[in-house]
């Protein structure tokens, strides 16, 4: 299954509220998850189930879709969200990710 | 809480077969539910999901890379080894292990990363 998000390079403000897109090539259900990777530090997850926030991530964060296309939401940026964002789907052998989306400042 | 840590050579030879280890803490890997990943990420570049073994013994590999790979535990060590054979300077990434639920279907606990290199 490939995922593709979008975009690959997004440029927003703090307080800006930025969605991002992963679309699957197949269906898979709201089998998908979400992982933030600040620069030189391990993903960290987000959310999973396409919509459910892990434990202590804050509520700015939102996610939803099902099927083949899926967004996160962060809805008032804050300093530390800048960061590269990745998709996983974990419907279907082997649990591929997206490409990573890149949140940089403007 | 849960933690792990990658360990490993940072360096290895093209054609030479490299060995990490995965130490957890927090969890048990013979509780029903629970698997734990590696993932890989070139410099640079996209997360790439490579290997699975569950709480039951149970494996799963990436087909791209399934020959070339192995992963096993030691449950009295808390560690999960991945064995990767026929290095290529390609294969040069950070290698990260991770804890994962089955009913929640995501990584939830990731290992700070190793990075390996495979130069002659």
């Known amino acids: 299954i490939h995922l593709t998000q979008s975009p690959s390079l997004l440029s927003a403000s703090v307080g800006d509220k930025v969605t991002i897109t992963c679309r699957a090539s197949?269906?898979?259900?709201?089998?998908l998850a979400w992982y933030q990777q600040r620069a030189g530090t391990a993903p960290k997850a987000l959310i999973y189930?396409?919509?459910t926030l892990q434990t202590g991530v804050p509520s700015r964060f939102s996610g939803s879709g099902s099927g083949t296309e899926f967004t996160l939401t962060i809805s008032s940026l804050q300093p530390e969200d800048f960061a590269t964002y990745h998709c996983?789907?974990?419907?279907?052998?082997?649990?591929?990710f997206g490409q990573g989306t890149k949140l940089e400042i403007k | 809480q849960i933690t792990l840590k990658e360990s490993g050579p940072a360096l290895v030879k093209p054609t030479q077969t490299l060995m990490l280890t995965c130490t957890f803490s927090?969890?048990?890997?013979?509780?029903?539910?629970?698997?734990v990943g590696w993932i890989r990420q070139p410099p640079g570049k996209a997360l790439e999901w490579l290997a699975l073994?569950?709480?039951?013994?149970?494996?799963r590999y990436s087909p791209s890379l399934e020959s070339r790979l192995t992963i096993t535990r030691d449950i009295s060590k808390n560690q999960v080894v991945l064995r990767m054979t026929n290095m290529d300077p390609v294969d040069t990434a950070t290698f990260y292990c991770?804890?994962?639920?089955?009913?929640?279907?995501?990584?939830?606990?990731w290992g700070p990363g190793t990075p390996v290199t495979v130069s002659s």
């Open positions: 996983q789907q974990i419907d279907d052998y082997p649990y591929t």
């Open positions: 073994i569950y709480w039951d013994d149970d494996k």
């Open positions: 991770a804890h994962f639920l089955l009913w929640s279907a995501y990584f939830d606990f």
């Open positions: 927090g969890f048990s890997l013979t509780t029903r539910g629970v698997g």
């Open positions: 197949q269906g898979i259900g709201r089998h």
């Open positions: 189930g396409a919509s």
